[in-house]
């Protein structure tokens, strides 16, 4: 299966630069699996679609301001101050996190940043690129990055965020992501209360968006594609949750295609849900069997990437591609502050 089989011509004008107000303003997009029906509708219709008994599985991650800017030490004459980009990518000790630096092949090991607010060694290299930075603090890590720190928007969007928590989801709650769950973007509190009044259950999840969202599939064939790790949770009641909807037969829908990779990378054998927590590498593409899975929102994602390839897993390849262009066709809007879809 070639990486190509996933491309889908984009016009730039459709990719999103700013969040819709308010968040369920946004258009969707409604799949169903079955007929391959296309309804067009907006988010706040998405409550027609979930019946009481419906288990809605949302990832609570919340994105830190991981992109920060340094000057290289020692200075000198000829020193540019902030010339050095560090995006935050995981924790690996209290004090030492895997980055993405611009530029990259001057930062040797024992390269000395200053970041204002503190201070930054780099004590290690790792693949693609990566630099393992020691910070140098005095006071709360987190504290200092609310400070100092940027969102860490996606290339393709070069407009400046305003808002900060817009690229946040209103559940949001435990930090450690370099990117936001896009598809819960679209949720509102009161939109929530109103799903939750008609039965349907919310399991909450834990997947800490890393490496993979700023890295493209390289490989002409996808089986080549290394799949990056990211961390991952889901305690007892959570799994409980989704356990008892399968169970019963009840449906189980993904808010984003980070909750499919923790469900499904949860999931035994037999179809049921372990708690449990860890690193995960799973990559699903067309032929993945889904365990737990049964309905999915999604945002519109970017042609051959581990992202389209998952709804098309979810789909299949060629209904994708045709939900996609009709999405192009009728001027949606695409990536991360774009409209939704929803597969049901």
């Given at each position: 299966?070639?990486?190509?089989?996933?491309?889908?011509?984009?016009?730039q004008?459709?990719?999103?630069?700013?969040?819709?107000e308010?968040?369920?303003?946004?258009?969707?997009l409604?799949?169903?699996?079955?007929?391959?029906?296309?309804?067009?509708?907006?988010f706040?219709?998405?409550?027609?679609?979930?019946?009481?008994?419906?288990?809605?599985?949302?990832?609570?991650?919340?994105?830190?301001?991981?992109?920060?800017?340094?000057?290289?030490?020692?200075r000198?004459e000829?020193?540019?101050?902030?010339n050095?980009?560090?995006?935050?990518?995981?924790?690996?000790?209290y004090?030492?996190w895997?980055?993405?630096?611009?530029?990259?092949?001057k930062?040797?090991i024992?390269?000395?940043?200053?970041?204002?607010?503190?201070?930054?060694?780099?004590?290690?290299?790792?693949?693609?690129?990566?630099?393992?930075i020691?910070f140098?603090?005095?006071?709360?890590?987190?504290?200092?990055?609310d400070?100092?720190?940027?969102?860490?928007?996606?290339?393709?969007?070069?407009?400046?965020?305003e808002?900060?928590?817009?690229?946040?989801?209103?559940?949001?709650?435990i930090?450690?992501?370099?990117a936001?769950?896009?598809?819960?973007?679209h949720?509102?509190?009161?939109l929530?209360?109103?799903?939750?009044?008609?039965?349907?259950?919310?399991?909450?999840v834990?997947?800490?968006?890393?490496?993979?969202?700023?890295?493209?599939?390289?490989?002409?064939?996808?089986l080549?594609?290394?799949?990056?790790?990211?961390?991952?949770?889901?305690?007892?009641?959570?799994a409980?949750?989704i356990?008892?909807?399968?169970?019963?037969?009840?449906?189980?829908i993904?808010?984003?295609?980070?909750?499919?990779?923790?469900?499904?990378?949860a999931?035994?054998?037999?179809?049921?849900?372990?708690?449990?927590?860890?690193?995960?590498?799973?990559?699903?593409?067309?032929g993945?069997?889904?365990?737990?899975?049964?309905?999915?929102?999604?945002n519109?994602?970017?042609?051959?990437?581990t992202?389209?390839?998952?709804?098309?897993?979810?789909?299949?390849?060629e209904?994708?591609?045709?939900?996609?262009?009709?999405a192009?066709?009728?001027?949606?809007?695409?990536?991360?502050?774009g409209d939704?879809?929803?597969?049901i």
């Open positions: 299966m070639k990486t190509s089989d996933f491309y889908y011509d984009l016009p004008e459709l990719i999103a630069q700013t969040p819709i308010p968040r369920d303003a946004s258009r969707l409604v799949y169903h699996k079955n007929s391959t029906n296309i309804e067009h509708k907006h706040y219709d998405v409550i027609d679609y979930l019946q009481k008994g419906d288990v809605l599985v949302i990832n609570n991650t919340k994105v830190i301001p991981a992109r920060i800017f340094a000057t290289r030490l020692p000198t000829k020193t540019i101050e902030n050095t980009e560090v995006l935050l990518l995981k924790r690996k000790e004090d030492v895997e980055c993405i630096t611009r530029p990259a092949k930062l040797k024992g390269a000395m940043l200053d970041f204002g607010k503190m201070q930054g060694q780099v004590v290690g290299f790792g693949e693609d690129g990566i630099r393992y020691k140098i603090f005095d006071g709360v890590f987190e504290n200092i990055l400070e100092i720190g940027n969102m860490p928007l996606p290339p393709y969007i070069t407009h400046k965020l808002d900060k928590s817009r690229y946040q989801t209103v559940y949001s709650k930090d450690g992501s370099a936001a769950p896009t598809a819960g973007l949720f509102t509190p009161q929530l209360q109103k799903i939750e009044e008609k039965g349907v259950q919310i399991a909450k834990l997947l800490h968006v890393g490496l993979g969202t700023f890295r493209p599939v390289k490989e002409d064939d996808i080549n594609h290394k799949m990056h790790s990211e961390y991952f949770e889901v305690d007892e009641l959570n409980k949750i356990n008892d909807a399968l169970a019963e037969g009840r449906r189980v993904c808010v984003g295609t980070t909750s499919v990779r923790v469900v499904e990378s999931a035994s054998e037999e179809g049921y849900v372990r708690p449990s927590k860890g690193e995960t590498q799973i990559f699903i593409y067309p993945y069997k889904f365990k737990v899975v049964k309905g999915l929102i999604t519109f994602h970017l042609p051959e990437s992202l389209i390839m998952l709804v098309s897993a979810f789909i299949g390849r209904n994708t591609l045709a939900a996609y262009n009709t192009v066709k009728e001027k949606y809007r695409f990536f991360s502050f939704a879809m929803l597969v």
